[in-house]
């Protein structure tokens, strides 16, 4: 089984049956597939949160850190296991115990390095200490994983595993080899951009932590939007191989930082004059806390909704596409923090009018998404799947 965000990724649109031609209960099934995914995303999301980070349900007090460390360690395991190795070994494995395999080795792997990280590193460097203020420590180590969401991820989606199946490899040894090749400018951004910004031995860091998530979160908006949503466009005129990995590689840096610049002033209109007077600088990161409601819409859209539409022409789907994502992420990040936050999921306030932390809660939706529709399949919703028209 091969797992990709995108469900379209390499396909001609072109050659799509027109919608027309598409019988009513195809046209529908596929949207009910994807609302009832999302209705069970929903409330697997909630059902942990109220026992694992609830602030005021939880038994323990792991909100918001060590919790959202260990969050992003999960994701990026996902990442490794699914999106580099394609599920080698665990596509072997019958539903629904794959999923549950899924699910806990995750889960092992987001506990030990978030423990390692903070009770072993942290030891010998303070920087990464359990014991730091607010949960700093862990927030540090974790940081790692943000440079790891571009890098791993664009190899798939934009770079389509080259040179490694240029030269003949085959799985597992391809995300084997990109996962240890990317493994250096990862760490070589963490190095750079991340540690300094939270450590607390560097006297000087090139941007504050909030600008680099703000940053560095947009650059991966563009690797999902550019990979997925739009099928590799424009990076696939280049002609594939080291030209697309190339062209996608400044391209998204370049696309980043546009979205980033154009997410500040957007952020600034949707928190409101008082909320921005309070937050300061920490506005910077606020592209990262919309950023991550559109990407929760990306992957979704591609992985429950068939990345429809489909059956247009290439600019119509791309457009539609991205206008809805956009949309959809728009509603969730106002929800979240006007309302949902607060009355569901009882997070303190922020600022202003603003309650909780959508790289939190948000990215729990990102991974119960990865958990279920991707590592269960959808399971119990096989009746409702969209059937793919035949041509004909």
């Not at 664009?154 to 493994?183: A, D, R, Y």
């Not at 005129?237 to 697309?244: S, V």
């Not at 937050?279 to 990262?288: D, M, R, S, T």
Request: charged share 10%; proline share 5%.
């Amino acid at each position: 089984m091969k797992m990709d965000f995108s469900t379209t990724v390499g396909r001609d649109a072109d050659a799509e049956v027109p919608i027309d031609r598409v019988p009513d209960t195809t046209r529908t099934r596929w949207f009910l597939f994807g609302i009832s995914n999302l209705g069970v995303v929903v409330v697997l999301a909630l059902a942990s949160w109220y026992l694992l980070a609830d602030p005021t349900t939880s038994p323990w007090a792991f909100y918001p850190l060590p919790f959202n460390a260990a969050l992003f360690w999960a994701i990026l395991f996902i990442v490794f296991i699914g999106f580099n190795t394609e599920f080698w070994g665990f596509d072997r494995i019958p539903q629904p115990l794959r999923g549950f395999v899924i699910i806990c080795a995750a889960t092992v792997f987001a506990v030990v390095v978030t423990w390692v990280l903070a009770n072993v590193l942290g030891h010998f460097s303070p920087s990464f200490a359990a014991s730091r203020d607010g949960g700093l420590g862990y927030f540090a180590g974790a940081l790692f994983v943000l440079f790891g969401f571009a890098t791993w991820v664009m190899v798939v989606l934009n770079w389509l595993h080259w040179p490694w199946t240029k030269l003949g490899m085959k799985q597992p040894l391809i995300g084997l080899c990109e996962i240890g090749s990317m493994m250096v400018p990862t760490l070589a951004l963490y190095l750079v951009f991340g540690l300094p910004s939270v450590s607390e031995s560097a006297a000087t860091s090139l941007m504050s932590v909030d600008t680099v998530l703000g940053w560095f979160y947009s650059i991966v908006v563009a690797v999902i939007l550019t990979g997925q949503t739009l099928d590799n466009w424009p990076w696939r005129l280049f002609g594939g191989g080291g030209r697309t990995a190339l062209a996608s590689l400044i391209g998204n840096v370049l696309f980043g930082t546009v979205i980033y610049f154009l997410m500040v002033p957007l952020s600034k209109v949707l928190v409101g004059s008082a909320a921005v007077h309070e937050l300061g600088g920490a506005i910077n990161q606020f592209p990262a806390q919309i950023g991550v409601c559109w990407a929760f819409w990306m992957i979704f859209w591609a992985n429950a909704f068939g990345n429809k539409p489909t059956g247009f022409g290439v600019a119509a789907n791309l457009t539609v596409r991205t206008l809805v994502t956009f949309t959809l992420g728009i509603a969730t990040f106002l929800g979240y923090y006007y309302f949902a936050a607060e009355h569901i999921l009882h997070e303190p306030m922020v600022a202003g009018a603003l309650y909780g932390n959508a790289l939190g809660f948000i990215d729990w939706l990102v991974l119960w998404t990865l958990f279920y529709v991707v590592g269960f399949q959808s399971f119990g919703l096989g009746a409702l799947r969209s059937l793919e028209p035949s041509r004909g």
